[in-house]
């Protein structure tokens, strides 16, 4: 188990940038401003991570936390490694997917279609 929160933080950075293909982006390559915004947000996530491992030792291990952080990467719609629907990871606003004819749920893939479909027709 972690001693301390900021054990936890690389474990999540290294997560974000094993998204980099599928973000087109790579935290480790942001400027110093984005990524130390990122850092202080990855330590709160952190530190929340750390108080609930220690109000339930046995429960939300470092074994557990892992499992379900490569749920969270791993599995997605339409088998999308991210985990996250496309409209998240294109920074497509919700409130523009009607445009499209795209939907919330839309993997990576179909909502690029969409999209290319509309820029071209």
Same mark, same amino acid.
């Given at each position: 188990m972690a001693a301390w929160s900021s054990q936890i933080v690389p474990h999540l950075l290294k997560a974000q940038h094993s998204l980099r293909n599928d973000l087109g982006t790579d935290v480790m390559y942001a400027d110093r401003q984005t990524y130390n915004i990122n850092l202080e947000l990855l330590a709160l996530i952190a530190m929340v991570m750390k108080a609930v491992q220690d109000l339930h030792p046995t429960v939300a291990t470092d /074994? /557990?936390? &892992? &499992? *379900?952080?490569?749920? /969270?990467v791993d599995t997605g719609p339409g088998g999308d490694r991210s985990g996250w629907p496309g409209w998240v990871l294109l920074q497509?606003?919700?409130?523009?997917? /009607? *445009?499209?004819?795209?939907?919330?749920?839309?993997?990576?893939?179909v909502l690029r279609a969409k999209i290319d479909a509309y820029n071209n027709g």
């Amino acid at each position: 188990m972690a001693a301390w929160s900021s054990q936890i933080v690389p474990h999540l950075l290294k997560a974000q940038h094993s998204l980099r293909n599928d973000l087109g982006t790579d935290v480790m390559y942001a400027d110093r401003q984005t990524y130390n915004i990122n850092l202080e947000l990855l330590a709160l996530i952190a530190m929340v991570m750390k108080a609930v491992q220690d109000l339930h030792p046995t429960v939300a291990t470092d /074994a /557990a936390w &892992q &499992q *379900r952080l490569n749920v /969270a990467v791993d599995t997605g719609p339409g088998g999308d490694r991210s985990g996250w629907p496309g409209w998240v990871l294109l920074q497509v606003p919700p409130e523009d997917l /009607a *445009r499209y004819g795209a939907t919330e749920t839309d993997s990576v893939d179909v909502l690029r279609a969409k999209i290319d479909a509309y820029n071209n027709g």
